[in-house]
Nanobody
Framework: QVQLVESGGGLVQSGGSLRLSCAASGFFFSIYTMSWYRQAPGKERELVTSITGTGGSSYYADSVKGRFTITRDNAKNTVYLQMNSLKPEDTAVYYC?????????WGQGIQVTVSS
């Protein structure tokens, strides 16, 4: 079965950095687009960034462009989110997502808290 397990979250000061990881299993990882979403308290879940299977193309929300970088290691079935210059408004639960065989799978989510 499809499993997505996030790690690497935590508490960081404004201007700091964190790297999130999402370890995937249960599907042929290297051909599927992977995405990171986030959900702040009282807000809807929003798309932060995504990357195609080969890693050749990526998308970023305007709010994170120039600060966040998505990468993937297909040999390790893992997608990463490097977050730099973090701001308090980046505080949220971050989720890894894949659409596989007409279903959407989410990781359990991981908390990122940025203090001012």
């Amino acid at each position: 079965q499809v499993q997505l397990v996030e790690s690497g979250g935590g508490l960081v000061q404004s201007g700091g950095s964190l790297r999130l990881s999402c370890a995937a299993s249960g599907f042929f990882f290297s051909i599927y687009t992977m995405s990171w979403y986030r959900q702040a308290p009282g807000k809807e879940r929003e798309l932060v960034t995504s990357i195609t299977g080969t890693g050749g193309s990526s998308y970023y929300a305007d709010s994170v462009k120039g600060r966040f970088t998505i990468t993937r290691d297909n040999a390790k079935n893992t997608v990463y989110l490097q977050m730099n210059s973090l701001k308090p408004e980046d505080t949220a639960v971050y989720y890894c997502k894949v659409d596989y065989r007409a279903r959407t799978y989410w990781g359990q989510g991981i908390q990122v808290t940025v203090s001012s």
